[in-house]
């Protein structure tokens, strides 16, 4: 009978594996997510790196936000939609984040963060057509439009400020946001007359108005693939210098170090030293993305980072830049790695087959222009 018993008890654990695994490659949709767990800087490492976790990460994180808050936000749903079609955009997940994001275009909201809430809905979705359909949306296109109703004087938009960097610090994150967006829209969006007036005064903003640190840096220079006039070749191998000699020993980089002027809320020092999800992702993003190989020695110091420091749930850490709580800025952190992976062609195929499994998207190689063929030392 203890005998019978055990091999019972057996096949129990063996049929809920059956049913954990099942249900573990179904869909992720709002109706069926669950939260992932709070961003935790004791979560244990995965045991090996596993993009299928990464994107299933990635698709709850942007769900759960999505259904609990009912809301935007830089870090989650905004990142989510730049980031998903780095694997595949096929799946409810990114359906029904899209879908919430064109209703917000045609239905906005008042209240006190319009331009800021404006300027990521048009941004993110031209970016999210120029990655899956390659065509300008008619929500898309009215966003856009909106967004000009909203632009200042100084050419520059009305942020919000929650002392959260890098998203919700200052005007400047905007502005680079805008033209990114405008600039990659699909049907020739940024020649339209709107455009090209607006685009005129985000380069006198430019002008007028510098980064104020490293990673504002690097995101005039993605802006500046985009639009012409905002930044010269010469600058663009001098943002890249700058990035690599943030290089940490062990290949990551901090998020911190990008922006030596953001000051904690709760009084505790900024972290310099610990390399995160955050700042390596964008920062590999960004070198890859401005034309720099991917069999660079550095990039692959960076990739061999991340895929030894991705946590068991998935995620990539991030620290808050604000105080210690909620972290949020793991979630963008991730969507960065996950970015970061897809542009040196790391996604390998995840088992089993299902939605987080199958085929990867296949990665076609930028040539490298001029500007970047430059190596600097490692520092």
Not at 101 to 109: D, K, S, W
Not at 203 to 232: C, D, Q, W
Not at 241 to 250: E, G, H, I, M, T
Not at 310 to 337: C, E, N, P, V
Request: with cysteine; glycine share 8%; proline share 7%.
């Amino acid at each position: 009978m203890k005998f019978l018993k055990k091999w019972l008890f057996l096949g129990g654990v063996i049929v809920l594996l059956a049913v954990g695994q099942l249900f573990a490659n179904e869909p992720l949709t709002l109706e069926n997510v669950v939260p992932p767990g709070r961003n935790r800087p004791d979560e244990p490492f995965i045991e090996e790196f596993s993009m299928q976790e990464a994107v299933r990460f990635l698709d709850s994180a942007a769900l759960v936000w999505q259904k609990q808050r009912k809301c935007f936000a830089c870090h989650s749903n905004y990142a989510f939609l730049m980031a998903r079609p780095a694997i595949t955009h096929d799946v409810p997940a990114h359906k029904q984040i899209r879908e919430a994001t064109e209703y917000l275009a045609m239905h906005p909201r008042k209240m006190g963060y319009q331009a800021t809430e404006a300027v990521m809905v048009a941004s993110v979705l031209a970016q999210n057509d120029a990655a899956t359909t390659g065509k300008l949306h008619p929500a898309t296109r009215f966003a856009l439009d909106r967004i000009w109703d909203f632009q200042c004087e100084d050419g520059g938009w009305t942020w919000l400020n929650n002392n959260e960097p890098p998203s919700e610090i200052d005007d400047h994150y905007g502005v680079t946001m805008v033209a990114i967006g405008v600039g990659v829209a699909p049907d020739k969006y940024s020649e339209t007359p709107a455009a090209r007036k607006g685009l005129e005064k985000i380069r006198e903003y430019f002008r007028n108005n510098p980064p104020a640190n490293v990673h504002h840096r690097a995101m005039k220079m993605l802006a500046s693939l985009h639009a012409e006039g905002i930044m010269t070749d010469a600058e663009r191998r001098e943002v890249i210098k700058y990035l690599f000699a943030l290089q940490k020993r062990d290949g990551g980089w901090n998020l911190a170090t990008l922006g030596t002027n953001w000051k904690r809320s709760d009084g505790t020092p900024q972290d310099y030293e610990t390399s995160d999800g955050y700042g390596t992702g964008f920062v590999i993003y960004a070198l890859r993305t401005v034309g720099v190989p991917a069999d660079d020695t550095r990039i692959q110091k960076g990739i061999q980072w991340l895929k030894t420091n991705q946590r068991a749930s998935g995620r990539w850490f991030t620290r808050s830049m604000d105080k210690d709580s909620l972290h949020y800025i793991t979630h963008s952190g991730t969507a960065y790695a996950i970015l970061a992976l897809a542009a040196c062609g790391e996604i390998a195929p995840p088992t089993p087959p299902g939605p987080y499994g199958g085929t990867p998207a296949t990665f076609t190689e930028r040539p490298s222009p001029p500007a970047t063929q430059t190596q600097t030392p490692s520092p």
